[in-house]
């Protein structure tokens, strides 16, 4: 049997990074939590943590964290289970929290307006990581997060991989700047386009290089490059004049001051909501709850 007051250490410890932050939130002393961590790794018989500036798990040490987390949210709906049937007061069940890992275009449009109701009904909390679509793969595998909106479309071990739909992104600039992408004639020049800073997210932000290759057959082109890693910065920087970039469609609607660099030319990215295969009952209700906002809110696959 695993001992418990272990596993929480060693939960502990990945979540806050190190062994001192870990000792602080559970108000224990460093060298408890160490002797903790030890025992779990000598009666497991191999190394959890990899140790440095950050802590963080090895890959065994993910598998354990991703089992501890489910252990926990089943834990917490056997309690509310017991609180409902006891018949305590309203209000007075306990908050139990999510972790999940989105892309900031998805949190910002649909994922949070499709959860919201749930997470109030229920008392849910969530624990959101903000990484690129091609990336938030990695929390779920290194059993950060219990689900993720992912671009991965072959199911994790020990996970599902389930269709939401496609976020459809378009190219666009300030008037101006579109204006002046385009020749004499009126035809859209990617000499005059590269000539404009692009305005990138993050990084990690691939589709304005997705956007060149698929409409003019461009491969790794070099570009001047603005970052904005905050999507009301990200789009203000573009208003502004300050270059073109990528932005879902269903950020568009009604605005005057972004419009389409080369009109009807679009990026359409499949996600996936991808979770545990044993999921708790609230981990249920908000993979259905995400999966029903992705219904409304995306276009079909």
Not at 284 to 296: E, F, G, I, N, S
Request: some cysteine.
């Amino acid at each position: 049997m695993l001992d418990a007051r272990q596993l929480e250490a060693f939960s502990a410890v990945v979540e806050h990074g190190g062994f001192g932050p870990a000792a602080q939130a559970l108000s224990l002393t460093l060298p408890a939590v160490s002797v903790r961590i030890k025992a779990l790794e000598d009666g497991l018989g191999q190394r959890l943590l990899v140790r440095g500036k950050r802590v963080h798990a090895t890959a065994a040490g993910q598998a354990l964290l991703a089992h501890v987390k489910q252990v926990q949210m089943m834990e917490a709906d056997v309690l509310m289970g017991l609180q409902a049937g006891a018949s305590v007061g309203p209000g007075s069940a306990a908050w139990q929290s999510l972790s999940v890992a989105i892309n900031a275009d998805s949190v910002a449009s649909w994922f949070l307006p499709g959860v919201a109701a749930l997470l109030q009904r229920q008392r849910l909390l969530l624990d959101i990581v903000i990484d690129d679509q091609d990336h938030t793969h990695d929390a779920l595998k290194s059993g950060e997060v219990m689900g993720c909106v992912t671009t991965l479309a072959k199911a994790m071990r020990g996970c599902v991989a389930e269709p939401l739909g496609t976020m459809r992104y378009r190219c666009v600039a300030a008037p101006s700047v579109a204006q002046r992408c385009r020749t004499p004639a009126g035809k859209v020049s990617v000499h005059r386009l590269l000539a404009h800073p692009a305005v990138i997210f993050n990084r990690k932000d691939a589709l304005q290089d997705a956007f060149l290759a698929q409409h003019f057959g461009l491969q790794q082109p070099h570009y001047p490059r603005h970052f904005a890693p905050a999507i009301d910065a990200f789009e203000t920087a573009i208003a502004l004049g300050l270059g073109w970039g990528m932005v879902p469609e269903q950020h568009l609607a009604g605005r005057s001051d972004l419009v389409e660099v080369l009109p009807g030319a679009t990026v359409d990215v499949l996600l996936y909501w991808q979770h545990w295969a044993r999921e708790s009952v609230s981990a249920q209700r908000l993979t259905q709850a995400v999966k029903a906002a992705a219904a409304q809110h995306l276009r079909p696959t």
